[in-house]
């Protein structure tokens, strides 16, 4: 009983990652006490012992290196404090995180978990209370998170050898795809799908079996199912599309597609004024000195944008070449021992990696508290522990 209390304590940052932080508003910031009382509850049952074994897992050295160029950036020119704090958790999380404790089956609680939770809140605002995309919590990096779930409850269909789980996990995921849908957030719809086709590849090559073929027809089929009963939203959003696309063609670039291209514009030229370390905070000034010079329109300038709609360009801009490459390298390097990990961590890494990477071609999902945790905690706190048995991840 001492021990089930104990690794409630150690793995609660896991738990509040699919309960508090879908449901508050500033959920991330009360993710460090989580963290703290991890921490503490590690120390009392373990002591230091996991942090050597920790340590051999060279992805934690790049979170390190990360955290280290954050502190830099941040202390030089200026970043965000919640960005700052999130890595920063996240690093001490992971550098004390028994990783003994983390199994398929409470893989499989905190997933269903934050599936179910996430949907209920995006069916709660968009259609119990009609607000739409109005809700407390971005709906655009909240996405993330409910793509993230989607792609690692279909990681769980696939690997895990138990009915009722592939069941269980096979609704977590419908339950992502029709929250989703209502978040209307067309990035991460192009995010979700990448995933899925690169989930699809990736089983077909390395565990052919004609069982897959029946997998994916009935993965469409149960997807397009969803769609037909959430219609309306897709319609909306398709004939908004249409409209800015019209509106772009006839040179009306102040529409939320055309001010992304203009972001994308003034990415490319700020990022000149400082390529090694780039700009921090100070992008705000030269936004108003682009707009001066008559370089960027007057809609842009008003929308005083925070970030530019682009992970790769945005964090070149702030953080510069170093930065862009400590990105790049947190999104490809995860990957490169692949081969090594459990099929539940294969599908995790693929899965949840293609996500971010798709996703940060429109938008910022690293810049934001809540995406940060969740690409942290699964990449590399589940995705990049050092090697176990097939018999331990799978309980």
Not at 77 to 91: F, M, Q
Not at 214 to 232: H, N, Q, R, S
Request: proline fraction near 3%; glycine fraction near 6%; hydrophobic fraction near 50%.
């Amino acid at each position: 009983m001492k021990d089930k209390i104990c690794s409630f304590f150690i793995l609660l940052p896991f738990i509040w990652l699919s309960t508090g932080m879908l449901i508050l508003k500033n959920g991330d910031k009360t993710m460090v006490a989580m963290v703290v009382i991890s921490i503490v509850a590690t120390l009392y049952s373990y002591g230091t012992s996991s942090i050597k074994q920790n340590l051999s897992n060279k992805m934690l050295w790049l979170v390190i290196v990360i955290a280290g160029y954050t502190i830099f950036s941040y202390t030089y020119h200026g970043l965000s404090s919640r960005e700052l704090r999130a890595i920063l958790a996240s690093l001490l999380f992971l550098l004390f995180l028994p990783s003994q404790l983390i199994t398929q089956n409470r893989l499989v609680i905190f997933v269903v978990l934050g599936s179910v939770v996430s949907s209920i809140y995006a069916w709660y605002y968009s259609v119990y209370l009609g607000l739409g995309r109005s809700w407390p919590i971005n709906p655009i990096p909240y996405s993330t998170l409910i793509a993230s779930f989607a792609i690692m409850s279909l990681g769980l269909v696939i690997s895990h050898d138990k009915k009722r789980v592939k069941a269980l996990t096979l609704f977590a995921f419908l339950f992502c795809c029709y929250a989703l849908i209502l978040g209307e957030t067309r990035g991460i719809w192009l995010a979700i799908l990448m995933a899925l086709v690169i989930i699809t590849c990736y089983s077909m090559i390395k565990f052919y079996r004609p069982k897959y073929w029946l997998y994916l027809g009935a993965f469409i089929l149960l997807i397009c199912t969803v769609g037909v009963i959430v219609k309306p939203q897709i319609e909306q959003r398709v004939t908004q599309t249409e409209r800015e696309y019209k509106a772009i063609q006839s040179g009306n670039l102040c529409t939320s597609i055309g001010l992304r291209l203009q972001m994308w514009q003034a990415a490319s030229i700020l990022v000149e004024d400082n390529p090694i370390l780039g700009l921090g905070d100070s992008h705000l000034k030269k936004i108003d000195e682009l707009y001066k010079q008559k370089r960027i329109s007057k809609c842009l300038y008003d929308n005083q944008p925070p970030h530019y709609h682009n992970q790769y360009l945005d964090r070149f801009v702030k953080n510069g070449a170093i930065g862009a490459i400590l990105l790049i390298a947190l999104l490809l390097l995860p990957l490169s021992k692949l081969k090594q990990k459990t099929i539940t961590q294969q599908y995790f890494l693929l899965g949840t990696i293609s996500v971010f990477a798709v996703a940060s071609l429109t938008d910022v999902p690293l810049n934001h508290g809540q995406t940060l945790f969740m690409y942290f905690f699964y990449i590399i706190g589940v995705g990049c522990l050092p090697l176990l048995k097939e018999n331990v991840i799978h309980d």
